[in-house]
């Protein structure tokens, strides 16, 4: 990402756009920010007549027909929007300084994202990490089969390891497990290992009513003290009856999403100086 902001930065002057503040309904939160140039922009600030109206108002900046620093934007039927509520936006030239910070900012941003572990690349697993490549979350694929691990995004990070169930222990907590290996036994060696856990956000099994029986049974066997409540299996819900690895993977991604949120204002609600 920081790269892309380099590459970005290294063709021209450019104005820092951010959403400063919010009253009531806007398109993003404050903190938001996009970059503008004289010919391109990076990231949105949510689009719409406003967004317009900010990258004009950046363009007449670095033009020298604008000097104000500061737009207080409402978002109503005046400029064709019906958010409803108002946004500040903070116009900032972008200086070796302010470059130096933004980067930095992203990266602290980046190294909080979320951490989602796929244990297993076959097709469900690459439609898997195909989806979730594209979102703020950190994306691991852990496989036991080289050729499985060739073709990912190249923002996924891979392992090839011939017991993934030991790499449960690296989900940073409040992340996800999301297991969809070509082997029945494998998958309920990581599942063992990521219900032991109790701090996951998510741990989800490809699979079917079935196998979750099939799994309890074999979880008792092994003396597992507890019930499966905090596991999700199958995986993508049973609404939509589609079992294309492409439908799977949106399904996942959507209900990963959701989990992590939850998790994460619970833990605030435990922990508000968090």
């Known amino acids: 990402m920081s790269q892309t902001l380099t590459v970005f930065l290294s063709e021209g002057p450019a104005i820092l756009v951010e959403i400063e503040a919010v009253k009531g309904s806007s398109p993003r939160e404050a903190g938001t920010f996009m970059l503008v140039s004289a010919t391109r922009i990076w990231e949105t600030i949510g689009g719409g007549q406003f967004e317009y109206m900010a990258i004009d108002h950046a363009r007449a900046m670095l033009d020298g027909r604008a000097e104000i620093d500061v737009l207080d934007i409402p978002l109503g039927p005046e400029i064709g929007q019906c958010c409803g509520g108002r946004t500040l936006l903070r116009f900032t030239k972008v200086t070796e300084a302010v470059a130096v910070a933004l980067s930095k900012r992203m990266q602290d941003a980046e190294d909080q994202q979320p951490a989602v572990f ?81 701090d996951l956000a998510y741990v989800g099994m490809i699979g079917s009513k079935t196998k979750r029986a099939t799994f309890a049974n074999w979880l008792a066997r092994e003396g597992h003290v507890g019930t499966l409540d905090n596991l999700v299996l199958p995986i993508g819900g049973t609404l939509v009856k589609d079992k294309r690895p492409a439908i799977i993977a949106a399904l996942v991604t959507s209900e990963v999403l959701v989990a992590i949120q939850q998790y994460s204002v619970f833990q605030i609600r435990l922990n508000p100086q968090l």
């Open 118 to 198: 796929v244990f297993g690349a076959g097709h469900v697993g690459k439609a898997l990490a195909n989806s979730l490549s594209l979102l703020p979350v950190s994306v691991s694929v852990i496989e036991t089969r080289r050729e499985e691990l060739i073709g990912l995004p190249g923002t996924v990070l891979t392992h090839l390891t011939p017991m993934p169930e030991a790499m449960v222990k690296d989900i940073p907590a409040g992340g996800a497990a999301i297991i969809v290996t070509h082997d029945h036994a494998l998958d309920f060696l990581i599942a063992k290992e990521a219900l032991g856990r109790g």
